[in-house]
C-alpha cells in the first residue's frame, strides 16, 4: 500500500503528480546494489553469512557472522569492484514454487508470501524487496571506509558511487589541509605526525618533571613539625603526585595529601599517612562527597567532584 503525503487536501477525482527525489533513490539504489555484490562475494569466497544490514545517507553497514582479516576485506573490496566494471546485469524477479525451491538463494530471515529475487549471475541471488540499479556498471564504485571485530564476526563500512566519490574528496580535502599545514610532501605525513608525537611525548615528560621538581621543593620548604599537610595544585600527573605524597609522609607524621586540579573540573587526590587509615579517609570522601577510589591503610588515591572549600571542611 503506497500513501502519498500532500501539503493540502485535494478532491477525488483531481489529477495529481507525484515526484520521486531522484537522486536520493539512486543513491540509495547504488548502496543496496553494493551491499549484494558485497556480501555475495563474502559468501561465495569465504562462506560468510549477512547478519545484519543498515542503509542510511552517511554509510552502509553490514554485518558478517565471522571474522575477516583486512587481506580477505580487501580481496572482496576489489572483486567487487571488477563485478562493477564488467557490468553484469541486476534481474529482480518472482520465481514459481518449483523453481524457487531449487534454487540456492540468501535470506536472512524466513519470508511469509511470494519471494522476490535478486540475481547477479555468478555474483549473488538472494531474497530482497528494494530498488537496485539494471546493471552492476551503475554502482559506479565500492569502498570501504572502515571495518572491525563485532559480535564474533565483521561489522564492514562501505560506501558506493557518488557517496564514495563525495567521501573521497572530503579525505583528501582533510588529507591536503594537513600536509600543507605540515610543510611536509603527501607520502613523508605519516612519518611527520609520529615525529610532532614523540615530541609532544618528549616535552610532557620535561614538564612532568619540571613540574615534580617544583613541587618537591614546595615541599622540603614546610616546617617538620607541622602534623597535618594538605596540598592544592593543578596539572599534576597520578606518579607525580604519589612521589610527593610519600616525601610528605617521610617528614609529616599526620594526614598528607595533595589535590590536583580545580573547583569547576574536580580533583583528582593522593592521600597517604603512617599514623592516619588512609582507606578509611577515603571512604569518608567517598560518602560525603561522592569521590571514587579506594587504596590500603597507607595509601589512597582517586577523584572528586566538589570544590576546595568542600574538601577541606570535609578533611
Same mark, same amino acid.
Given at each position: 500500500?503506497?500513501?502519498?503525503?500532500c501539503?493540502?487536501?485535494?478532491?477525488?477525482?483531481?489529477?495529481?503528480?507525484?515526484?520521486?527525489?531522484? &537522486?536520493?533513490?539512486?543513491? *540509495?539504489?547504488?548502496?543496496?546494489?553494493?551491499?549484494h555484490?558485497?556480501?555475495? =562475494?563474502?559468501?561465495?569466497?569465504?562462506?560468510?553469512?549477512?547478519?545484519?544490514?543498515? =542503509?542510511?545517507?552517511?554509510?552502509?553497514?553490514?554485518?558478517?557472522? /565471522?571474522?575477516?582479516s583486512?587481506?580477505?576485506?580487501?580481496?572482496?573490496?576489489?572483486?567487487?569492484? =571488477?563485478?562493477? &566494471?564488467?557490468?553484469?546485469?541486476?534481474?529482480?524477479?518472482?520465481?514459481?514454487? &518449483? +523453481?524457487?525451491?531449487?534454487t540456492d538463494?540468501?535470506?536472512?530471515?524466513?519470508?511469509?508470501?511470494?519471494?522476490?529475487?535478486?540475481? /547477479?549471475?555468478?555474483?549473488?541471488?538472494?531474497?530482497?524487496?528494494?530498488?537496485?540499479?539494471?546493471?552492476?556498471?551503475?554502482?559506479?564504485?565500492?569502498?570501504? !571506509?572502515?571495518?572491525?571485530?563485532?559480535?564474533?564476526? +565483521?561489522?564492514?563500512?562501505?560506501?558506493?558511487?557518488?557517496?564514495?566519490?563525495?567521501?573521497? *574528496?572530503?579525505?583528501?580535502?582533510?588529507?591536503?589541509?594537513?600536509?600543507?599545514? =605540515?610543510?611536509?610532501?603527501?607520502?613523508n605525513?605519516?612519518?611527520?605526525?609520529?615525529?610532532?608525537?614523540?615530541?609532544?611525548?618528549?616535552?610532557?615528560?620535561? !614538564?612532568?618533571?619540571?613540574?615534580?621538581?617544583?613541587?618537591?621543593?614546595? /615541599?622540603?620548604?614546610?616546617?617538620?613539625?607541622?602534623?597535618?599537610?594538605?596540598?592544592? +595544585?593543578?596539572?599534576?600527573?597520578a606518579?607525580?603526585?604519589?612521589?610527593?605524597?610519600?616525601?610528605?609522609?617521610?617528614?609529616?607524621?599526620?594526614?598528607?595529601?595533595?589535590?590536583?586540579?580545580?573547583d569547576e573540573?574536580?580533583?583528582?587526590?593522593?592521600?597517604?599517612?603512617?599514623?592516619?587509615d588512609?582507606?578509611? /579517609?577515603? +571512604?569518608?570522601?567517598?560518602?560525603?562527597?561522592?569521590?571514587?577510589?579506594?587504596?590500603? *591503610?597507607?595509601? &589512597?588515591?582517586?577523584?572528586?567532584?566538589?570544590?576546595?572549600?568542600?574538601?577541606?571542611?570535609?578533611?
Amino acid at each position: 500500500m503506497i500513501y502519498h503525503y500532500c501539503d493540502r487536501a485535494f478532491a477525488a477525482g483531481q489529477k495529481v503528480v507525484g515526484v520521486i527525489d531522484w &537522486a536520493h533513490r539512486f543513491g *540509495n539504489m547504488q548502496q543496496h546494489t553494493g551491499e549484494h555484490i558485497f556480501t555475495g =562475494l563474502a559468501h561465495n569466497i569465504y562462506g560468510a553469512d549477512n547478519v545484519g544490514f543498515h =542503509l542510511s545517507d552517511n554509510t552502509v553497514t553490514l554485518d558478517l557472522n /565471522i571474522e575477516l582479516s583486512e587481506e580477505q576485506v580487501r580481496r572482496i573490496e576489489r572483486t567487487a569492484n =571488477l563485478v562493477i &566494471a564488467k557490468d553484469f546485469p541486476v534481474k529482480a524477479y518472482y520465481p514459481d514454487e &518449483a +523453481t524457487l525451491a531449487a534454487t540456492d538463494y540468501r535470506s536472512k530471515k524466513e519470508i511469509d508470501g511470494a519471494i522476490r529475487l535478486v540475481e /547477479i549471475e555468478g555474483v549473488d541471488i538472494c531474497a530482497c524487496c528494494a530498488p537496485h540499479v539494471n546493471t552492476t556498471g551503475q554502482v559506479g564504485m565500492l569502498k570501504v !571506509i572502515s571495518f572491525g571485530k563485532y559480535k564474533g564476526g +565483521t561489522r564492514v563500512y562501505i560506501l558506493c558511487g557518488l557517496r564514495a566519490l563525495d567521501d573521497y *574528496n572530503h579525505k583528501m580535502s582533510l588529507l591536503a589541509q594537513s600536509y600543507q599545514k =605540515l610543510n611536509c610532501p603527501e607520502e613523508n605525513l605519516p612519518d611527520r605526525i609520529a615525529g610532532i608525537m614523540e615530541e609532544n611525548k618528549q616535552l610532557k615528560y620535561r !614538564i612532568s618533571q619540571i613540574k615534580g621538581d617544583i613541587l618537591m621543593n614546595q /615541599i622540603a620548604g614546610y616546617p617538620s613539625d607541622l602534623s597535618d599537610v594538605t596540598i592544592f +595544585t593543578e596539572d599534576l600527573d597520578a606518579k607525580t603526585m604519589r612521589d610527593g605524597v610519600n616525601a610528605l609522609v617521610e617528614k609529616h607524621d599526620g594526614l598528607c595529601a595533595i589535590f590536583s586540579g580545580n573547583d569547576e573540573d574536580g580533583y583528582n587526590f593522593v592521600i597517604g599517612s603512617s599514623t592516619r587509615d588512609c582507606k578509611a /579517609i577515603a +571512604t569518608g570522601l567517598r560518602e560525603l562527597l561522592g569521590a571514587k577510589g579506594g587504596g590500603s *591503610n597507607q595509601m &589512597a588515591q582517586g577523584s572528586v567532584d566538589a570544590t576546595r572549600s568542600a574538601i577541606e571542611r570535609t578533611l
